[in-house]
């Protein structure tokens, strides 16, 4: 069964703007950091952000800083990723993660994927 579940990928044009959310399972949801990465073809997976489950912390990779932010409500188990300025190298596949109970915000330790979300920056 599918516990994570992206949308809001599509095509845009660059310098748009777009927003992904991840609806996830109370289970996988709760007291877990959550995290955005990412997957472009012929290149390795890699992180865009993350959230930690109670106090808000982010983290935020160097390429998506100052465009990208990450959000989450826990009351509605969701995490949104709202992403402006869009660039053609944003074009990949999205992908909500949970990570393993606890606090903090981490980069590692993912154990939980969504099936992903397509984005695709045009020129």
């Known amino acids: 069964q599918v516990q994570l579940v992206e949308s809001g990928g599509g095509l845009v044009q660059a310098g748009d703007s777009l927003s992904l959310s991840c609806a996830a399972s109370v289970r996988v949801f709760s007291r877990r950091a959550m995290g955005w990465f990412r997957q472009a073809p012929g290149k390795e997976r890699e992180f865009v952000a993350a959230?930690?489950?109670?106090?808000?912390?982010?983290d935020y990779s160097d390429s998506v800083k100052g465009r990208f932010t990450i959000s989450r409500d826990n009351a509605k188990n969701t995490m949104f990723l709202q992403m402006n300025s869009l660039k053609p190298e944003d074009t990949a596949v999205y992908y909500c993660?949970?990570?393993?109970?606890?606090?903090?915000?981490?980069?590692?330790?993912?154990?939980?994927w969504g099936q992903g979300t397509q984005v695709t920056v045009s020129s």
């Open positions: 959230i930690s489950w109670n106090d808000g912390s982010t």
């Open positions: 993660a949970a990570a393993l109970p606890g606090d903090g915000v981490r980069r590692t330790g993912y154990h939980y």
